[in-house]
């Protein structure tokens, strides 16, 4: 089986834009997972998508949002980006919610100037 | 709430040594616990894994890890560490979602 992919790997973006990151989930894996990666932070829970519906959210501020499809593919955008979003973005992917173990992408790492 | 800690932030051991690093969790009930590595530049790996049964895991890459519930631990093994296993090793518990620990980052003298 495939693993998870994220799209695209690297990015760089000035402050004020927005972003959309894109992941797939391993084929038959019905929740996607975010995090958010930084040195300072460690790793930060963003929000879940089962069967499109998000299932349980993380501190983050309205400008973090997502959105799961009928393929389960998952989508996350950050609108109006502040410098402290510079992160590895990383998606997982696991068959249920809850407390199933997750598999995770590679990551997208944004920069923001 | 549910949290991790992972006592140590780095630890360096020599190529060939015995390896333990620490996890500690919070959690009213017997939580699911779960080790990932994550090398340089790269998503996490799982490692291994607890749900129930057997206090003794094993998991990939010749690691263990213990749960003990009396400790509230759960801390990683490995009998003889390689050059390749140096790498951030994550601490995780899950209900609901997962919560990472901040991690403990591997060095591995030769």
């Known amino acids: 089986k495939a693993g998870v992919t994220q799209t695209p790997r690297y990015l760089i973006k000035t402050r004020g834009q927005q972003v959309t990151l894109s992941c797939s989930p391993i084929s038959g894996h019905r929740s996607v997972s975010w995090y958010q990666q930084t040195p300072g932070q460690g790793l930060q829970f963003l929000f879940e998508?089962?069967?499109?519906?998000?299932?349980n959210k993380g501190n983050f501020p309205g400008r973090f949002s997502g959105r799961q499809f009928s393929n389960s593919r998952s989508e996350m955008n950050v609108s109006t980006l502040e410098l402290g979003d510079s992160a590895l973005y990383l998606c997982?992917?696991?068959?249920?919610?809850?407390?199933?173990?997750?598999?995770f992408g590679p990551g997208t790492r944004l920069t923001v100037t | 709430a549910q949290s991790v800690t992972q006592p140590d932030i780095h630890i360096t051991v020599s190529e060939g040594a015995s390896l333990e690093l620490r996890c500690n969790y919070s959690y009213g009930a017997t939580p699911y616990l779960f080790w990932y590595v994550q090398s340089p530049g790269q998503g996490l790996q799982l490692l291994l894994k607890?749900?129930?049964?057997?206090?003794l895991v094993q998991g990939i890459k010749g690691f263990e890890a213990e749960f003990k519930r009396s400790q509230s631990s759960f801390n990683l093994r490995k009998p003889s560490v390689h050059w390749s296993d140096a790498a951030e090793y994550f601490c995780?518990?899950?209900?609901?979602?997962?919560?990472f620990g901040a991690g403990t980052r591997l060095t591995v003298k030769p």
């Open positions: 995780a518990v899950a209900h609901g979602d997962m919560r």
């Open positions: 607890y749900f129930s049964g057997d206090t």
């Open positions: 998508y089962f069967s499109e519906t998000q299932r």
């Open positions: 997982a992917s696991s068959p249920g919610t809850g407390r199933d173990e997750q598999y």
